[in-house]
């Protein structure tokens, strides 16, 4: 697609409950990140895939949390046991090639309320 | 390792005054420098890059020049708009295995009419 689109745009969740947000990359993007950001808070890094190889999961916070990239394309980040402390916008991002550097393409986030 | 520190904000200026924010790096070798702009209630979006010692990178009046003798990559615009109110995030890529992007805490900017 022409840009990272993100679903679904927001979310209110009891807690306790399971989540699942959607990343579309732009296509042909290999490399797919995820990030937190929490109110007022800058970019915290979750777990990022580069095509086939194994994910770098080492920002995910908790074993709740955990993400999936099928087909190297559409990317699913699940939480389980949804926490008031999971509220944050989660922002996914692809990386592609632009005048000598990889240069990360953002979506637009998906906002999640845990009440 | 790898990390980037900004000058903290919030930062609050007047329309048409000159602005500053200070981005500093720590990293081997070679990274690429961005500054990524992200408006009220919207994602990150790419403002400008740099991708070797002595570039500049620059976009809507915005410039910013990589230093590696000071290892600083700072944000400045010589007059600043009230459409320019956003976070600003300053990051460092990486081209290596693993996790390639070290972003700042962000630094946010309101102008004032």
């Known amino acids: 697609g022409a840009g990272v689109s993100q679903s679904p745009s927001n979310k209110v969740t009891e807690k306790g409950k399971d989540v699942e947000l959607r990343c579309d990359p732009i296509s042909g993007h290999t490399a797919l990140y995820w990030y937190r950001q929490s109110l007022g808070q800058g970019l915290e890094f979750l777990i990022y895939?580069?095509?086939?190889?194994?994910?770098?999961k080492s920002g995910l916070p908790s074993d709740r949390f955990s993400a999936e990239r099928t087909g190297g394309s559409v990317s699913t980040l699940t939480i389980q046991r949804t926490q008031q402390e999971d509220s944050a916008v989660y922002l996914c991002?692809?990386?592609?090639?632009?005048?000598?550097?990889?240069?990360?393409?953002f979506g637009a986030g998906s906002r999640l309320t845990v009440l | 390792g790898n990390s980037v520190t900004q000058m903290e904000g919030p930062v609050t200026l007047s329309e048409e005054a000159f602005l500053t924010i200070n981005c500093t790096y720590t990293a081997t070798g070679y990274p690429s420098l961005f500054w990524y702009v992200q408006y009220p209630g919207e994602g990150l979006q790419l403002l400008l890059k740099a991708t070797k010692a002595d570039d500049k990178g620059s976009n809507k009046g915005f410039e910013a020049t990589y230093r590696k003798e000071t290892t600083s990559f700072h944000l400045e615009k010589g007059s600043v708009q009230v459409s320019d109110s956003a976070v600003y995030f300053c990051a460092l890529g990486r081209s290596e295995t693993g996790n390639q992007f070290y972003f700042g805490t962000g630094t946010s900017l309101t102008v004032i009419p």
């Open positions: 991002a692809s990386t592609g090639r632009w005048d000598g550097a990889n240069v990360l393409t």
């Open positions: 895939f580069q095509g086939n190889s194994a994910p770098d």
